[in-house]
């Protein structure tokens, strides 16, 4: 017994089969020290895995049965494969021990460990009954282990009342009550006692520790119910408190997720909603659909619309629920419209009533659709939708009248007059807008100008003169009417309305368009010979004006040799040319004074000033007629070689000049003076040469080139301009027939070809075309990124153009070109200069400003680059102002303040919508702004935003870049 006590099966054994060899053979199976011998060395067999274990037993059964150890022994071998895990061998011997046992409760270990067995071989009906039957002694050890077991059979089984009277048995039992609560609960969630769920969780659940009691189920359940309750306050707390008591390394099941999410979002904690959420919206099912959906209007409720597009987008993609995915496609357009991207909101909400045709926010839709293309810039879709309307309201006709007047002013810039009167007269159907009203019968007056249709145009600004006298238009209308007679000759009313414009315009008029009707009065007056009050007027220009000093000087001039004061005449030429070296009258005030002299017999002084002439300014318009003008003073004095000379090149290099004909005659005399007739047969037939009669074939051909050039057939026209350069190499119009065979290859795209011919047009130098040619050939060489020959272009164009407007729009070149080339104090020079020659070009001076800020910030000047950005977005409303808070932002990123340009984007957004160029570029830079944020994820989504939903080539190539830097 010793040794099997310390579990020395085997010595053990052999201990009591010497002991039972030793007596006698048994005759009485009731000798009981024998036959416990006996039963010991079975046992001993059976726990040192003998193989004749099983054998033994069932002999010892045989041979003592109504032995009390007979079915002992049955309990020790179901014990001893219960131990094993062998709950079939188990169940049987278990059972034999139990049909033999004779004490009920002294059985309650073999009833447990046979439920036992039979619940792990996933017999649950027996397995209940032999738990139940142990339960029935409530002071046994058993008695909680066998409730435990019974309660998840019960549960299992649907017996959810059950199940909870199991386990509220052991609620407080040391081994269970980290569980039983758990189970209670869901136990009464199962059996829809939700009001007793909640009166048993609420308790324990207040607690500040569990004691050592899990919980997480608990919570889980409380929420669960107030959730289904509309109760999303206390659901709220109490999915909060199972996120706590599970701990986070464990994963939420997405749907307790998403309605965790959904709680924050009832309660208005939007933030919450969408930490919670974010993980459910990727899912790709009807959980992940919701989850998306609400997520989205909580994005919205926290002022990420950016954000929110992607939520509402998932949902919309997703077809589980059709009700979600008609409201997510909805307000994904609404909030495309909100971000203004128009194109992309005006298309999705195409395709919301297309996809969702009965849909209760089809006639919001339909209103939303004229909205994005009334904020958009595409114009001509928003006038063609509006038009196709059979209902509008006072809504649609503002947007009307407001797009209509966008394609006006477009036409008008790209000199499309007649179109342009098209649409400043649809502009005019509704005028809900006094402002546009006013704008577009000012600029229908200026497109009938600007063809010359000056009798239609008059009565448009008198229109405005009479019904607003005060208004900015109604004064710039006296300036533009004043121009309207002054081409029409009609010089008395011009006088009229550019004194009235003078008068009326200071504060709210130009400072250049005054100083130019000033001009314009004096030109009047001279046209009149009215001498005096035209010199007057030129006084005042000089002493008040800034810009055509130089200009009124020369008038002067002239007005002085019309009343025969030569003296006072040249006096004033010569201070034009001392005074503006430079100046494009320069050399018109050298020729007059040169004049001057040769009139007066001065003819040595005349011919140093013809030669001055010739020599310094070798491409102006007056050299013909300079060297006509030298020859004869050479005549005069005898040197006639010098004559012929002059004749000669006249006749060599300018055949189809006015003075052509005059220097055939005149080195006719010179020759026959000189004694030297024999010449002039040869230079005759030269001229004949240069010179055909038969001209009318030749008009013709080029008329007809011409014509194929203005009616936009470039392949035709540079096929037949080639052909007449080639058969007419010296005719007077091959100069303009190389500028417009340039013109048809820049307009055909083909830049290369079209430089060559304005290459030859510029060194031909004929001031007609060689400045628009240099104008041309400058912006080719910019897109070459050929910028030093670009700037010498420039500078021809501003040097050699009689124009205003050609010598600002050089100005500008030189502007824009040294910017490119990185020379910022050359860039700072011209844009002074644009400047100060005012805006002959309207919005000149404003791209000068903005050039100039843009030179500030970088020369790292933020200071002073914001201080003129801010001026500019004061003054400017249009895409000035857009430019101007786009050039804003960049300038607070560069220097660090992501968070204030952040603000600025969102402000530029906001204030400008109609300006798409900026707007993408804005969200272009506001990705830059969330990479410095530290906010990656928004960076891509915005940049995604821009390639989706932008129609800027070059923009959508700039986001794609730097979303791929990105990944």
């Given at each position: 017994v010793?040794?099997?006590?310390?579990?020395?099966?085997?010595?053990?054994?052999?201990?009591?089969?010497y002991?039972?060899?030793?007596?006698?053979?048994?005759?009485?199976?009731?000798?009981?020290t024998a036959?416990?011998?006996?039963?010991?060395?079975?046992?001993?067999?059976l726990?040192a895995?003998?193989?004749?274990?099983e054998?033994?037993v069932?002999?010892?059964?045989?041979n003592?049965?109504?032995?009390?150890?007979a079915?002992?022994?049955?309990s020790?071998?179901?014990k001893?494969?219960?131990?094993r895990?062998?709950?079939?061998?188990?169940?049987?011997?278990?059972?034999k021990?139990l049909?033999?046992?004779?004490?009920?409760?002294?059985a309650t270990?073999?009833?447990?460990?046979?439920g036992?067995?039979?619940?792990?071989?996933?017999?649950?009906?027996p397995?209940?009954?032999y738990?139940?039957e142990v339960?029935?002694?409530?002071?046994s050890?058993?008695?909680a282990?066998?409730a435990?077991?019974?309660?998840?059979i019960n549960?299992?089984n649907?017996?959810?009342?059950d199940?909870?009277?199991?386990?509220k048995n052991?609620e407080s039992?040391?081994?269970?009550?980290m569980d039983a609560?758990?189970?209670?609960?869901?136990?009464?969630?199962?059996?829809?006692?939700?009001d007793?769920?909640?009166?048993?969780?609420?308790?324990?659940?207040?607690r500040?520790?569990?004691?050592g009691?899990?919980?997480?189920?608990?919570?889980?359940?409380?929420?669960?119910v107030f959730?289904?309750?509309?109760n999303?306050a206390?659901?709220?707390?109490?999915y909060a408190?199972?996120?706590q008591l599970?701990?986070?390394e464990?994963?939420?099941?997405a749907?307790?997720?998403?309605?965790?999410?959904?709680s924050?979002?009832?309660?208005?904690?939007?933030p919450?909603?969408?930490?919670q959420?974010?993980?459910?919206?990727?899912?790709?099912?009807?959980?992940?659909?919701?989850?998306?959906?609400?997520?989205a209007i909580?994005?919205?409720?926290t002022?990420?619309?950016?954000?929110?597009?992607?939520g509402?987008?998932?949902?919309?993609?997703?077809?589980?629920?059709?009700?979600?995915?008609?409201?997510?496609?909805?307000?994904?357009?609404?909030?495309?419209?909100?971000?203004?991207?128009?194109?992309?909101?005006?298309?999705?909400f195409?395709?919301?009533?297309?996809?969702?045709?009965?849909?209760?926010?089809?006639?919001?839709?339909t209103?939303?659709?004229?909205?994005?293309?009334?904020?958009?810039?595409?114009?001509?879709?928003?006038v063609a939708?509006i038009?196709?309307?059979?209902?509008?309201?006072e809504?649609?006709k503002?947007?009307?009248?407001?797009?209509?007047?966008?394609?006006?002013?477009a036409?008008?810039n790209?000199?499309?007059?007649?179109?342009?009167?098209?649409?400043?007269?649809?502009?005019?159907k509704?005028?809900?807008?006094?402002?546009?009203?006013?704008?577009?019968?000012?600029?229908k007056g200026?497109a009938?100008s600007?063809?010359n249709r000056y009798?239609?145009?008059?009565?448009?600004?008198q229109?405005l003169i009479?019904s607003?006298?005060?208004?900015?238009?109604g004064?710039?209308?006296l300036?533009s009417?004043?121009?309207?007679y002054?081409?029409?000759?009609d010089?008395?009313?011009a006088?009229?309305?550019?004194?009235q414009?003078i008068?009326?315009?200071?504060?709210v008029?130009?400072?250049?368009?005054?100083?130019?009707?000033?001009i314009?009065?004096?030109?009047?007056?001279l046209?009149?010979?009215?001498?005096?009050?035209?010199?007057?007027m030129?006084?005042?220009?000089?002493?008040?004006?800034?810009?055509?000093?130089?200009?009124?000087?020369?008038q002067?001039?002239?007005?002085?040799?019309y009343?025969e004061?030569?003296?006072?005449?040249k006096?004033?030429?010569?201070?034009?040319?001392a005074?503006?070296?430079t100046?494009?009258?320069?050399?018109d005030?050298?020729?007059?004074?040169?004049?001057?002299?040769?009139?007066?017999?001065?003819?040595?002084?005349?011919?140093?000033a013809?030669?001055?002439?010739?020599?310094?300014?070798?491409?102006?318009?007056?050299?013909?007629?300079?060297?006509?003008?030298?020859?004869?003073a050479?005549?005069n004095?005898?040197?006639?070689?010098?004559?012929?000379?002059?004749?000669?090149?006249?006749?060599s290099?300018y055949?189809?000049?006015p003075?052509a004909?005059?220097?055939?005659?005149?080195?006719?005399?010179?020759l026959?003076?000189?004694g030297r007739?024999?010449?002039?047969?040869n230079?005759?037939?030269?001229?004949?040469?240069?010179?055909?009669?038969?001209?009318?074939?030749?008009?013709?051909e080029?008329e007809?080139?011409?014509?194929?050039?203005g009616d936009?057939?470039?392949?035709?026209?540079?096929k037949?301009?080639?052909?007449f350069?080639?058969?007419?190499?010296?005719?007077?119009?091959?100069?303009?027939?190389?500028?417009?065979?340039?013109?048809?290859?820049?307009?055909?795209?083909?830049?290369?070809?079209?430089?060559?011919l304005?290459?030859l047009?510029?060194?031909?130098?004929?001031?007609?075309?060689?400045?628009?040619?240099?104008l041309r050939?400058?912006d080719?060489?910019?897109?070459n990124?050929?910028?030093?020959?670009?700037v010498?272009?420039?500078?021809?164009?501003?040097?050699q153009?009689?124009?205003?407007?050609d010598r600002v729009?050089?100005l500008?070149?030189?502007?824009?070109?040294?910017?490119?080339?990185?020379?910022?104090?050359?860039?700072?020079?011209?844009?002074?200069?644009v400047?100060?020659?005012?805006?002959v070009?309207?919005?000149?001076?404003?791209?000068?400003?903005?050039?100039?800020?843009?030179?500030?910030?970088e020369?790292a000047?933020?200071?002073?680059?914001?201080?003129?950005?801010?001026?500019?977005v004061?003054?400017?409303?249009?895409e000035?102002g857009?430019?101007?808070?786009?050039?804003?932002?960049?300038?607070l990123?560069?220097?660090?303040?992501l968070?204030?340009?952040q603000a600025?984007?969102?402000e530029?957004?906001?204030?400008?919508a109609?300006?798409?160029?900026?707007?993408?570029?804005?969200?272009i830079?506001l990705a830059d702004v969330?990479?410095?944020?530290?906010?990656p994820?928004?960076?891509?989504?915005?940049?995604q935003?821009v390639?989706e939903?932008?129609?800027d080539?070059?923009a959508?190539?700039?986001?794609?870049?730097?979303?791929a830097?990105?990944?």
């Amino acid at each position: 017994v010793e040794l099997f006590e310390k579990s020395n099966y085997s010595a053990a054994k052999q201990e009591f089969r010497y002991y039972l060899e030793k007596r006698p053979a048994l005759l009485n199976t009731n000798d009981y020290t024998a036959v416990t011998a006996e039963y010991y060395t079975t046992l001993c067999a059976l726990y040192a895995d003998a193989p004749e274990a099983e054998l033994a037993v069932d002999r010892f059964v045989r041979n003592h049965p109504e032995h009390p150890k007979a079915a002992l022994i049955y309990s020790d071998l179901g014990k001893y494969y219960f131990d094993r895990g062998d709950y079939a061998n188990a169940i049987t011997y278990l059972t034999k021990a139990l049909d033999r046992s004779s004490n009920y409760y002294a059985a309650t270990e073999t009833r447990y460990k046979l439920g036992l067995s039979y619940y792990s071989t996933k017999q649950f009906a027996p397995a209940l009954r032999y738990f139940a039957e142990v339960q029935q002694d409530a002071t046994s050890d058993y008695f909680a282990p066998a409730a435990y077991y019974a309660g998840v059979i019960n549960y299992q089984n649907g017996k959810y009342d059950d199940a909870y009277r199991n386990f509220k048995n052991i609620e407080s039992h040391p081994q269970y009550k980290m569980d039983a609560p758990n189970w209670i609960v869901s136990s009464l969630y199962q059996a829809e006692r939700y009001d007793d769920l909640i009166a048993y969780a609420e308790p324990l659940l207040r607690r500040s520790q569990g004691g050592g009691v899990k919980l997480n189920d608990v919570a889980l359940y409380a929420a669960e119910v107030f959730y289904n309750r509309g109760n999303y306050a206390d659901a709220a707390k109490y999915y909060a408190q199972y996120v706590q008591l599970k701990g986070r390394e464990t994963p939420m099941p997405a749907p307790i997720q998403f309605r965790y999410g959904h709680s924050l979002f009832k309660t208005g904690n939007y933030p919450g909603a969408v930490d919670q959420l974010k993980g459910v919206a990727t899912r790709k099912d009807t959980t992940g659909q919701f989850g998306s959906y609400i997520l989205a209007i909580s994005h919205l409720q926290t002022k990420n619309p950016q954000a929110a597009l992607t939520g509402f987008d998932n949902a919309a993609k997703l077809k589980f629920n059709k009700v979600i995915q008609e409201e997510a496609s909805f307000n994904h357009a609404k909030v495309q419209l909100e971000l203004n991207n128009q194109s992309a909101a005006f298309t999705e909400f195409q395709e919301f009533i297309k996809n969702f045709p009965n849909s209760e926010y089809e006639e919001e839709a339909t209103k939303l659709s004229i909205l994005a293309l009334t904020k958009s810039n595409n114009s001509a879709a928003a006038v063609a939708y509006i038009e196709k309307l059979k209902k509008i309201d006072e809504a649609t006709k503002a947007a009307y009248q407001r797009q209509t007047m966008n394609l006006g002013i477009a036409d008008f810039n790209a000199e499309r007059y007649a179109q342009a009167i098209v649409n400043f007269d649809k502009s005019l159907k509704y005028t809900p807008d006094s402002e546009i009203a006013l704008a577009a019968t000012y600029q229908k007056g200026e497109a009938f100008s600007a063809l010359n249709r000056y009798g239609e145009a008059i009565p448009m600004y008198q229109q405005l003169i009479r019904s607003n006298p005060t208004s900015p238009y109604g004064i710039r209308s006296l300036y533009s009417m004043g121009y309207a007679y002054y081409n029409t000759k009609d010089y008395k009313a011009a006088v009229t309305n550019f004194q009235q414009y003078i008068t009326k315009g200071k504060g709210v008029g130009e400072p250049q368009t005054i100083e130019d009707a000033t001009i314009r009065i004096a030109d009047c007056y001279l046209t009149d010979k009215n001498y005096a009050q035209a010199t007057a007027m030129y006084d005042k220009a000089i002493n008040d004006g800034r810009l055509d000093r130089d200009y009124a000087l020369y008038q002067k001039g002239l007005i002085l040799t019309y009343q025969e004061k030569d003296t006072e005449a040249k006096a004033q030429f010569d201070k034009v040319i001392a005074q503006f070296p430079t100046s494009r009258y320069a050399d018109d005030a050298l020729f007059q004074s040169a004049n001057i002299d040769l009139e007066k017999g001065n003819y040595q002084a005349s011919i140093r000033a013809y030669t001055r002439l010739v020599k310094d300014k070798p491409r102006s318009y007056l050299i013909p007629p300079a060297l006509l003008k030298r020859a004869l003073a050479y005549n005069n004095i005898q040197v006639y070689e010098e004559a012929i000379r002059d004749y000669k090149q006249i006749l060599s290099e300018y055949s189809d000049a006015p003075a052509a004909k005059e220097a055939l005659l005149g080195l006719q005399a010179t020759l026959e003076n000189a004694g030297r007739t024999e010449e002039m047969s040869n230079v005759l037939a030269d001229y004949k040469k240069k010179n055909p009669q038969s001209t009318e074939t030749e008009k013709l051909e080029f008329e007809t080139a011409k014509g194929l050039y203005g009616d936009g057939k470039y392949p035709q026209a540079i096929k037949a301009l080639q052909s007449f350069i080639r058969d007419y190499p010296n005719s007077k119009l091959a100069t303009e027939a190389r500028y417009l065979g340039g013109e048809s290859y820049y307009r055909n795209n083909d830049n290369a070809n079209a430089l060559k011919l304005f290459s030859l047009v510029i060194s031909e130098g004929d001031q007609r075309f060689s400045p628009k040619a240099a104008l041309r050939a400058g912006d080719i060489e910019v897109q070459n990124q050929n910028y030093p020959q670009a700037v010498r272009n420039f500078n021809l164009l501003y040097a050699q153009s009689d124009s205003k407007t050609d010598r600002v729009t050089g100005l500008m070149r030189l502007m824009d070109t040294y910017f490119s080339m990185k020379k910022y104090d050359s860039t700072a020079y011209y844009a002074r200069e644009v400047m100060n020659a005012g805006d002959v070009i309207p919005g000149s001076t404003k791209k000068a400003q903005m050039q100039m800020a843009k030179v500030y910030i970088e020369k790292a000047d933020y200071k002073t680059a914001d201080a003129e950005l801010k001026k500019i977005v004061a003054a400017n409303k249009d895409e000035f102002g857009a430019e101007a808070k786009y050039w804003a932002s960049e300038s607070l990123f560069r220097q660090g303040k992501l968070k204030e340009a952040q603000a600025s984007v969102m402000e530029l957004n906001k204030q400008y919508a109609d300006y798409e160029r900026w707007r993408v570029r804005a969200f272009i830079l506001l990705a830059d702004v969330y990479v410095g944020l530290k906010d990656p994820d928004q960076a891509k989504a915005t940049l995604q935003s821009v390639i989706e939903n932008a129609e800027d080539k070059d923009a959508i190539e700039l986001a794609k870049s730097k979303l791929a830097a990105l990944q």
